[in-house]
């Protein structure tokens, strides 16, 4: 059974950026995307941006694109998220998840196996 662990998250400033991370304990074939969402209090989860580990290729939210960058790094079932230039509206609960499938879906129903989030407060 492939679990996910996020972390890396906690409290920032306006303007900071941060590093989150998402280890997978299991066999994670190259045909899986892995991809971030995230949920603030009284809203959807909603689709920050995903990765393919087949090629690499990623797809962000058009909300994040160009201040996040989903990555892999070397050859570790590790997916990172890394968070530029902060805001409070990007405080949530931060969740990985994972489904085996080639699409990069940006719809949390595609998505089978999670993990249970790390936190993250931009404080302004």
């Known amino acids: 059974q492939l679990h996910l662990a996020e972390s890396g998250g906690g409290l920032v400033q306006v303007g900071d950026s941060l590093k989150l991370a998402c280890a997978a304990s299991g066999y994670v074939a190259s045909g899986y995307v892995t991809s971030w969402f995230r949920q603030a209090p009284g809203k959807e989860r909603e689709f920050v941006g995903g990765?393919?580990?087949?090629?690499?290729?990623?797809y962000y939210s058009d909300s994040v694109a160009r201040r996040f960058t989903v990555s892999r790094e070397g050859t570790t079932d590790t997916l990172f998220l890394r968070m530029n230039n902060l805001r409070p509206e990007d405080t949530a609960t931060y969740y990985c998840?994972?489904?085996?499938?080639?699409?990069?879906?940006?719809?949390?129903?595609?998505?089978?196996?999670w993990g249970r989030g790390t936190q993250v407060t931009v404080s302004s």
């Open positions: 998840a994972l489904v085996s499938s080639g699409i990069i879906w940006p719809t949390r129903t595609r998505y089978n196996i």
């Open positions: 990765l393919r580990w087949r090629d690499g290729s990623t």
